[in-house]
């Protein structure tokens, strides 16, 4: 979804430029308009995929290319500005589909043995997670502490283990 936002740019320019802008009424307002939306909707999709993938790199340098570009169009237009916010959205977009594909292909390499640690006592045991269900409860053999999911994390071993649980190694977001 990310990759698709930059790339409507110049399907939109090549299009507006082989009918000509004028011919369809759009004038250089709509323009600018139009490259701002399709920013923030490159951002947004950046920003589900950081989500997904837990890696924020690609959201970052997203983030600071749609600031340098929205800076350019409201403090200080300068045309370099908006190459370097649009170079950045393509790179980030270019880098989140790199990770992401690797995260697919990562799916065979899937590890089962995760090391629990206990925020309480600090006792450590290697259990081994289960492929087809979550592990919401587990119960620490050194204090006797409940463990639970940490908000956001979808089972403990996303949030106390060592290896995040089989799901989320291969890409999905949670075990549900």
Avoid at 10 to 23: D, N, Q, S
Avoid at 91 to 105: E, F, G, P, T
Avoid at 151 to 163: A, E, I, L, Q
Wanted: aromatic share 12%; net charge positive.
């Amino acid at each position: 979804m990310a990759f698709a936002a930059p790339c409507c740019l110049p399907l939109f320019a090549m299009i507006a430029g082989a009918v000509g802008i004028t011919a369809l009424g759009l004038n250089e307002k709509f323009v600018l308009f139009a490259l701002q939306a399709f920013a923030v909707i490159a951002v947004i999709g950046l920003a589900f995929a950081a989500s997904r993938l837990r890696q924020f790199g690609p959201l970052i340098l997203g983030g600071l290319a749609a600031f340098v570009l929205f800076f350019s169009f409201h403090a200080r237009f300068s045309a370099l500005l908006v190459y370097l916010g649009l170079g950045g959205l393509c790179v980030a977009s270019v880098w989140n589909y790199l990770l992401s594909r690797k995260c697919r292909c990562d799916g065979a390499a899937v590890i089962l043995q995760s090391v629990i640690r206990c925020p309480k006592c600090g006792h450590r045991g290697e259990e081994t997670m289960p492929t087809n269900a979550c592990l919401f409860f587990y119960d620490c053999p050194g204090c006797g502490a409940r463990l639970k999911p940490k908000s956001g994390d979808c089972c403990v071993f996303c949030s106390y283990g060592s290896v995040r649980c089989p799901p989320v190694q291969s890409g999905s977001p949670c075990c549900f």
